[in-house]
Nanobody
Framework: QVQLVESGGGLVQAGGSLRLSCAAS????????MGWYRQAPGKQRELVAD???????NYADSVKGRFTISRDNAKRTVYLQMNSLKPEDTAVYYC????????????WGQGTQVTVSS
């Protein structure tokens, strides 16, 4: 059973920083794209950033220059370093990974709350 477990959310003042982590566990052949989405109250879930296994990254315009995604393939872990946080970054952040075993499918973590106070 594949699981994604996130950690690192919390409450921070505007201008502060947080680092999210997401570790994959279970039996798998390969992890392809890993990434982060977020969902604020009353809004649709949106892509924050993702990263291919080879290292290609993709960021939402709203976080470019402030957030950095990275991954450690040996540890099956993806990170999201969030700097210069703004109140509008407040949301539940979800980790996602496309994982191959017998087939390839997307998995999601349970979500971690990030709250940025003004």
């Amino acid at each position: 059973q594949v699981q994604l477990v996130e950690s690192g959310g919390g409450l921070v003042q505007a201008g502060g920083s947080l680092r999210l982590s997401c570790a994959a566990s279970g039996i798998m052949f390969r992890i392809n794209v890993m990434g982060w989405y977020r969902q604020a109250p009353g809004k649709q879930r949106e892509l924050v950033a993702d990263m291919a296994r080879a290292g290609t990254t993709n960021y939402a315009d709203s976080v470019k220059g402030r957030f950095t995604i990275s991954r450690d393939n040996a540890k099956r872990t993806v990170y999201l370093q969030m700097n210069s946080l703004k109140p509008e970054d407040t949301a539940v952040y979800y980790c996602t990974a496309n994982i191959e075993f017998d087939t390839s499918r997307d998995y999601w973590g349970q979500g971690t709350q990030v709250t940025v106070s003004s």
